[in-house]
């Protein structure tokens, strides 16, 4: 298939009357990158024989930038059936500083906010405005970053959206880290080091059936172990949260949660995260409704977004 598109809100608007419903989004405010793949063919999958999926593709990194990166990008999209792409210019999204933005309140401020909301409120305020050109049916967004999931699901229920979000599981290589862009970059030598955030993920699903501290811990001496390793990598955060919150747990906490950690080898940053259940048996960690299949045996999961209201 052909993709349609569009690179200004009239070529958009003109484009949206030809797509079928439900339309389903995959916003991608970052760099397109072969572990997108995975949160597509949700999109495809949730759209149905009748819907349309819709790319909205804003900013990101592009090692190879330019003319081939917007090849390859077209590409992967027509290989992988979608409706139509959102590609649009820095002025049709983008305002001056001062104007109307979302702020993402105090989960905004901790964890990957915490040297300020203006990132994670960037984030936001491009989604929610890329909700109100393309006005999909469902959203699909990737669970590894479970912060940047958790405020998309409160931002649409805190403003009414009518737009379900709907949790896929990010894509991961066979090794476990995540399939993205960053992963490719990794040396060999890094590459082994990162090796421990899905290692320390795993462990504390393992040990969280004795307690949220006893994840920590068990987690903290894998990462521990690959701080001495060359390159190190670089511990920024770890913490177990409520789902329900987004605080770290408290002692004596017990149900489903959520464990996340960040980290930084050979400047190049990872960012993930897993469900686990503290206090439970021990396992792959509990499995609140998410769409799609599991990918890479970490069972990092998210939840149904409200919906249409």
């Known amino acids: 298939m052909t993709p349609i598109l569009a690179r200004t809100?009239?070529?958009?608007?003109?484009?949206?009357?030809?797509?079928?419903?439900?339309?389903?989004?995959?916003?991608?405010?970052?760099?397109?990158?072969?572990?997108?793949?995975?949160?597509?063919?949700?999109?495809?999958?949730?759209?149905?024989?009748?819907?349309?999926?819709?790319?909205?593709?804003?900013?990101?990194?592009?090692?190879?930038?330019g003319e081939h990166a917007a090849e390859r990008d077209f590409a992967l999209c027509a290989a992988e059936d979608v409706d139509l792409?959102?590609?649009?210019?820095?002025?049709?999204?983008?305002?001056?500083?001062?104007?109307?933005?979302?702020?993402?309140?105090?989960?905004?401020?901790?964890?990957?906010?915490?040297?300020?909301?203006?990132?994670l409120g960037g984030?936001?305020?491009?989604?929610?405005?890329?909700?109100?050109?393309?006005?999909?049916?469902?959203?699909?967004?990737?669970?590894?970053?479970a912060q940047r999931l958790f405020l998309v699901r409160q931002m649409v229920a805190d403003l009414d959206l009518p737009v379900t979000i709907v949790a896929a599981a990010d894509a991961r290589d066979q090794d476990g880290l995540p399939a993205s862009?960053?992963?490719?970059?990794?040396?060999?030598?890094?590459?082994?080091?990162?090796?421990?955030?899905?290692?320390?993920?795993?462990?504390?699903q393992r040990a969280a059936a004795d307690g949220a501290q006893a994840a920590l811990d068990r987690a903290r001496a894998e990462l521990d172990a690959a701080a001495a390793a060359r390159p190190p990598l670089v511990t920024e955060y770890l913490a177990v949260v409520d789902p329900a919150t987004f605080e770290p747990v408290r002692p004596g906490f017990g149900g489903p949660a959520i464990m996340l950690v960040a980290g930084a080898v050979g400047g190049i940053r990872l960012i993930d995260s897993a469900w686990l259940t503290v206090g439970g048996r021990p396992g792959r960690g509990s499995t609140p409704d998410r769409f799609g299949d599991?990918?890479?045996?970490?069972?990092?999961?998210?939840?149904?977004?409200?919906?249409?209201?």
């Open 9 to 65: 809100r009239t070529g958009l608007a003109a484009a949206r009357p030809a797509i079928g419903r439900p339309v389903v989004l995959v916003p991608v405010i970052d760099a397109l990158d072969d572990g997108h793949r995975a949160l597509i063919r949700v999109a495809r999958r949730y759209a149905g024989p009748a819907g349309s999926v819709v790319v909205a593709l804003v900013g990101g990194e592009r090692p190879d930038g």
């Open 85 to 119: 792409m959102f590609v649009p210019r820095p002025d049709q999204l983008i305002t001056a500083p001062g104007r109307v933005t979302v702020d993402p309140g105090r989960v905004g401020r901790v964890f990957e906010g915490s040297g300020g909301p203006a990132d």
């Open 123 to 145: 984030y936001l305020t491009v989604l929610l405005r890329i909700f109100s050109l393309i006005r999909p049916d469902a959203a699909v967004i990737g669970d590894r970053d």
């Open 181 to 204: 862009g960053r992963s490719a970059r990794l040396s060999a030598a890094e590459r082994a080091a990162a090796l421990a955030v899905p290692r320390a993920l795993l462990a504390g």
């Open 294 to 309: 599991r990918q890479g045996g970490i069972g990092m999961i998210g939840q149904r977004g409200r919906g249409r209201r």
